[in-house]
Each structure stands twice: as C-alpha cells, then as structure tokens.
C-alpha cells in the first residue's frame, strides 16, 4: 500500500504479521488451491478466534467494522504470509445479505456459524441454461402449506458438496424477474443430490445440485416471495468490492518476488522490470480498492460504478501470474509441484486456477455490459 | 475525482470557467496556425489566478495548498489541452520560495512576467561560479526565462541561470502539441547558487517528484476529455440504423477504457497523499506510468471510434493524442526500469 498509515494502523499490521508467523500451518501455506474441508476448517476457524474473520461485517453482528485501510492491511499480510484460500460465501455473500435483508430469526441462526466456520455455505445461482443470463433461470418453487417445494438444477456451484447449506434463486411464478424467489436451503433436506464437477485444474472446485421435491420451509425465505432478484442484486455493489479486492493480486505478486528473490543476481535484474512491473498493477488495485470503498461508505458510488473493480483485480491478477509463470520458466510446467524452499513453484497449475476469475461471480463480459449501460450511457439494442 | 469537498470543487469550476473563457482548444489550434509557442496573455491571467504559486509557501506570495489542489489544477486545464508547461512552472515556483530565491526574480515568476522552469543538471557542471554543459530533449526548451538547475557537478546544489545570458544556446524543436523541446548548451553561464547539500538534495527530489504527479495529473485530466467526448460521440453518431454505442464490441472497449482511467485516477490521489512520505518515488512513477498507459488508450481509442472523422485536424479530438505525445516524451519515467530502481 502506498498510503501512509497511521501508529495504529502500523502496529495492527505488525501483529497480523506476527500472529500468521506463529499460527499459519506450513502445509498451508502458497499452496496453488483451496484445501479440502478437513484441511482449511481448522485454519478459518482460527482465525475466526483471533477475531479477524469478517473484517467487513460491522461490529455488532461479530465482525470487524474495519476501515478499508485496514482490509488491505489484512489481504496483504494475508497474501504475503501464503494463506490459503478460504470458503468465502457465507462470508461475502449470505452472510452481509442477512444482515441486511434476513429475519431476527434468521440472523440468530445462521450468522454465527458463518463466523465461527461451523457451516459452509454455497451459492445456487447458475443453472445449465441460465448462466450469464441468470433470469432466465427454471427451477421451479411450488409453494405447498407452510413450505417451497423446489424442483430443479443448479451448476457450476462453488464447493457445493462441501457445503452445508445453500442460498439459492428459485421460480416461484414466470415474471421473469418477479417472479423469483430467494431461499435458504439446508442440503441435508431430502431430495438432494450433489456431483462435484472436476476443474481444468484438477481439482473438485465446485459441483452440481439435482434439486428433487425439496421441501424449505416458508421461514427460510429471504425477503418476499417474488423478491428474489431484488434481494440477490441489492448488495451487488458490496459484494463487487470483495470480488475486486486486492486479495488475489497481492498472492500472485508474492509468488512472483518469491521466484525473482530466489534467482541468481543476473537473472534477478533482468526480471526487476517486470516485478516492477507487478507492483504498479497491484498498487493499482488497492488504489481503486480504497477509493472505490471510501466513496461507498460515503454515499458516493454510483450503482454499477464497482464492476470496474471486478474487471480490474481479476485481469491484473492474472496478468501478474502470467509474468510469474514466465519467471518460473520450465518448471511450470511441472504438474508435481517443485519446491523453493517451503514455497510450491507449480505456477502453471496457479495459470489454470486463475482462469476462474473472470468467469465467476459474473462474466468479465457481463461486467463490461454493466458498466457500458449502466455507468457510460451506452444504450442497449 | 476521489472525495470531492467544497474547495476542490472550487478549483475545478474555476480551472474550467478559465480555460472556457480563454478559449480552450480553439486558441491551441489558433496559436498552432500562427507559429506561437507562447500566449504570455493566457500565462499573465492564470499567474493573476494565483495557479503558477499554489504550492509556493505564503510568505513566498503563493498560495500554499495542498499538493491535491495542484493536482486537480493540472487534471482540470488539461481537458483543454494548454501545450505551455504549467506543470513544471508549479514546481519550479515552488522550489524558488522554498529557497529564499531573489524576491524580485520570485515576482516576475509568480505574477506571470517570466517563466522559471525546473531543469534535471544531468550531464551540466557548475564550478561555483558558472554552469557548462548540454542538457539534451529538454521539454519547453523555448519557453523558459529561467532554469532551476539541479546539479551534481564540482559543486551540488541548486541554481538559477536566466536564458538572457549569451552563454547559453538553445536548440528547439516545435512538439505536435504545439510546444517545444531541444537541446540547451551552456558555456560557462553566470548564474546564482540557491542552495547545496542535502537540503537542495531534498528539493531537487520533491520537485522531481512533484513534476510526475502533476503530469500525471494532466495526462488522466486530457484522457478523461478525450473519453467523455467520445462517449458522446456514441451515443450520438448512428449506422445500421442505431447508435453506435449500442454495439457490445465498442461498449466493451469504452468500458476497458473506464477501468483502466478510473483506476488510473485513484493510483494518482493515492500517489499524491503519498507525497512527502518515504514511498512517495515509488508512488509518483507508477502513478506516472499507470497515468500514461491509461490515457494512451483512451487517446488511440478516442480516434479510432470516431472514425474517419477522428482522423482530421477539423475535429479536436486529435489534439489530446498529439499533448499525450509530448507528455510522454518528456520523460522516461514510465520505464519499469526506473520504478524498480526505487522499489
């Protein structure tokens, strides 16, 4: 961060420094992929006794209340510590919804196992035929007594067999966007099946849900039946500045100074440009970060106005892991990892990782036609 | 612009009342037509302003603001695209009633009736008593009564040499914006010592940094005018019986373009709340790059949308590519190499 921080702002750092040195696990850490449950749980967990879980969630439902300022503190030290990735929608996502749109009732069950990383949420938006255009989605919720009857199928869904709950947009009438509903969904209900679907990465990143007369309970719906798309795109712009956060380029350009650090003298200055390079692109991020987050609190951000930030953080992320794959030469090619030390130089399989970025959480394309219609004036056809 | 408060927005409105009264780009291409490199009418009436001191201390006669105000100026007059170099005067005024330089030299400077300029003493010798040297691709080399030399030769230190001297040559070149820039020889030109040691070390390196902010500053004001008239350009012009604007391929890149400007924009104020803190080297050279690259494309891309129309000196948009050219050239600081020197 190029700003300057204040004595407590420093001294905050410090001990976030200090603590991830003494509490992070070493077979946790610059890992390429987000563990399996049994390995991340017990490290969110910990951090969540430490108090630092959910930075942006306001002090009296357990979070932080911190400053932008000091989330940047956090991703960076984060970062530069090698923290592994953690499951992030019940955090980022439900978890703000219900403290915004949720019940007394609601909130007093589910935010304090989002806190204490008892429960993993996902998020049941995407469907086979309804991805980018997400209205058009088709499962279908019959309300029967004092209960959604939900029939349907979603995809592509973030650790959805590693999850316990889901969130998720169902039909409940075919007013395309009144017409939907917002529901939480206890995945032990059933009627439920779940299939993980393999990544280009290797991995179980995320799975599909077959959704066979599900009975939810009428309490668990958020906002009014037929408010679905109201509710899910309320917090968008709150949800863009996670999305957009400084997180993930800050990792990658660690990576990068841990391969340039690790060259011999020659090789190092030829690569000091592009780590330069690096540096300015994340300075960049968490410049917007800031500004973008400050002109929110203030009342100041327009409505569309934060896509920039998606569009920003992920392509200058993997900007700055192409350069990294490039420094690691041919060992990233490598699908078994090679080792500097204690940090894993398996950067192209990072390379493949990185590809969701601009997918997830709305296309990049998607972005591009938000900020185009709503922000530029553009029209449409 | 990052948290707009009353006093910000007072500059900008002025900044942008000025440049609306003098003639914005019509008096660049009016000048441009008759061979002018200077307006010493426009220079006067923005001293009068007070813009040419507003970072020159209050008991120098400036105005002592924040360097942020600067920045708004600079961002502001560059949507009119003025080629003189505002910017450079800012910081050479600055540094002269920081220094104790003459008050009478000081006057002349700050109420418009000459130009002192900053000038990096690479390759310059002073002996104490006289400056000799070649100072080559020397941005507004035509338009200086006085250099502000920086200088690590027999003796270090800053000092000011008039352009009045018979021992100084100057060799210029006209800039597409409508500026110059050349070669300035000195053979043994009198001048007088400002200041040595590490204070005028310390001076010589705020006003290096200062420059690149401000001209970072200018470089997001121009593209930021580039984008917008661009925009309603698209909105405007229709083919295929709808605006152009309607098509996804031109809204994609107007919003690459919005990105990468409106991040730009935030890089710079971060960069300029950096100023005067240990990072502030490092902040002003990415911000400077990041500032380039972003108005290039929105500059290429200004043209590119208008089409053949954009292509003609009749239309105005042209002219923001040809000072982002200028600017450019007047520095290498976009190098990554020169960032990772001070990373």
């Known amino acids: 961060m190029i700003r300057q921080?204040?004595?407590?702002?420093?001294?905050?750092?410090?001990?976030?420094?200090?603590?991830?040195?003494?509490?992070?696990?070493r077979e946790l850490r610059h890992l390429t992929f987000r563990p399996r449950p049994e390995e991340i749980m017990p490290w969110y967990r910990a951090v969540s006794r430490q108090g630092w879980i959910a930075p942006h969630w306001p002090r009296d439902e357990g979070g932080m209340g911190a400053s932008a300022v000091e989330q940047a503190i956090l991703m960076e030290e984060f970062a530069r510590a090698g923290a592994p990735d953690i499951p992030s929608q019940g955090l980022n996502h439900i978890g703000p919804m219900l403290i915004e749109r949720g019940t007394p009732e609601q909130k007093a069950r589910h935010l304090p196992p989002i806190l204490s990383g008892d429960c993993i949420w996902c998020q049941g938006y995407s469907e086979p035929g309804a991805g980018s255009d997400l209205a058009s989605l088709k499962t279908t919720g019959r309300i029967d007594g004092d209960a959604i009857v939900v029939n349907g199928h979603k995809i592509w869904t973030t650790w959805g067999h590693h999850a316990q709950w889901m969130f998720a947009l169902v039909r409940t009438s075919d007013d395309r966007k009144r017409g939907i509903t917002f529901v939480l969904l206890d995945l032990d209900t059933p009627g439920i099946t779940r299939r993980p679907i393999r990544t280009i990465a290797g991995d179980d990143e995320f799975a599909e849900v077959f959704l066979d007369e599900v009975r939810v309970p009428l309490a668990n719906v958020v906002g009014e039946i037929g408010a679905g798309w109201s509710v899910a795109t309320s917090l968008l712009d709150q949800e863009r500045l996670h999305i957009g956060s400084p997180l993930h380029a800050n990792r990658a350009l660690t990576r990068l100074r841990g391969l340039v650090e690790a060259m011999p003298e020659g090789d190092r200055d030829a690569w000091a440009d592009s780590l330069a390079h690096a540096e300015v692109l994340t300075e960049t991020v968490t410049a917007a970060f800031l500004d973008t987050h400050e002109k929110f609190e203030a009342g100041r951000s327009p409505a569309g106005e934060s896509a920039f930030l998606k569009i920003l953080a992920t392509e200058a992320t993997q900007e700055i892991l192409e350069i990294a794959r490039c420094a690691a030469g041919p060992l990233a090619a490598q699908v078994d990892p090679a080792w500097n030390g204690d940090r894993r130089l398996d950067l192209n399989e990072m390379a493949l990782q990185s590809r969701r970025l601009t997918i997830y959480a709305g296309s990049n394309e998607i972005q591009r036609t938000i900020l185009a219609r709503q922000v530029l004036g553009l029209g449409g056809r | 612009m990052p948290v707009f408060d009353g006093e910000d927005?007072?500059?900008?409105?002025?900044?942008?009342?000025?440049?609306?009264?003098?003639?914005?780009?019509?008096?660049?291409?009016?000048?441009?037509?008759?061979?002018?490199?200077?307006?010493?009418?426009?220079w006067r009436a923005a001293a009068e302003q007070g813009w040419i001191g507003i970072l020159a201390p209050e008991t120098a006669g400036g105005l002592d603001m924040p360097v942020r105000s600067a920045a708004l100026l600079m961002q502001t007059a560059a949507r009119s695209v003025p080629f003189e170099p505002f910017s450079a005067a800012i910081v050479a005024a600055r540094l002269l009633g920081r220094i104790d330089a003459p008050p009478a030299i000081l006057d002349d400077v700050l109420s418009g009736q000459a130009i002192a300029l900053p000038l990096d003493g690479t390759g310059l010798d002073w002996d104490g008593t006289r400056l000799s040297g070649e100072s080559p691709q020397t941005a507004d080399v035509a338009s200086a009564d006085w250099f502000v030399v920086s200088c690590n030769g027999t003796e270090t230190g800053l000092f000011l040499v008039s352009c009045k001297s018979p021992y100084k040559t100057v060799e210029a070149h006209a800039t597409h914006d409508g500026g110059t820039v050349g070669t300035v020889r000195f053979d043994g030109a009198e001048g007088t010592a400002l200041?040595?040691?590490?204070?005028?070390?310390?001076?010589?390196?705020?006003?290096?940094?200062?420059?690149?902010?401000l001209r970072a500053a200018e470089a997001v004001g121009l593209a930021q005018e580039?984008?917008?008239?661009?925009?309603d350009y698209l909105r405007a012009r229709s083919q295929f019986g709808r605006p152009i604007g309607s098509f996804q391929a031109l809204q994609h890149r107007a919003a690459t373009i919005h990105v990468r400007l409106t991040s730009a924009e935030a890089l710079l104020y971060e960069a300029v709340r950096a100023f005067g803190t240990d990072r502030q080297a490092f902040a002003a050279d990415a911000t400077f790059s990041r500032a380039l690259d972003a108005a290039q494309l929105a500059c290429d891309e200004a043209i590119q949308m208008h089409g053949a129309i954009g292509f003609t000196d009749e239309l105005e948009i042209g002219f923001f590519l040809k000072r982002l050219l200028a600017l450019s050239a007047s520095a290498d600081e976009r190098d990554p190499a020169t960032i990772s020197r001070v990373i």
């Open chain 1, 5 to 25: 921080e204040s004595p407590e702002e420093t001294a905050f750092r410090d001990s976030v420094r200090t603590w991830l040195e003494d509490n992070l696990p």
């Open chain 2, 9 to 42: 927005a007072q500059i900008v409105d002025s900044v942008a009342a000025f440049f609306a009264r003098n003639g914005g780009i019509a008096r660049v291409r009016r000048l441009r037509d008759e061979g002018a490199t200077r307006d010493p009418e426009t």
């Open chain 2, 195 to 213: 200041g040595s040691g590490s204070d005028a070390e310390r001076e010589a390196a705020d006003a290096r940094v200062l420059l690149r902010l």
């Open chain 2, 226 to 231: 580039a984008f917008a008239r661009t925009l």
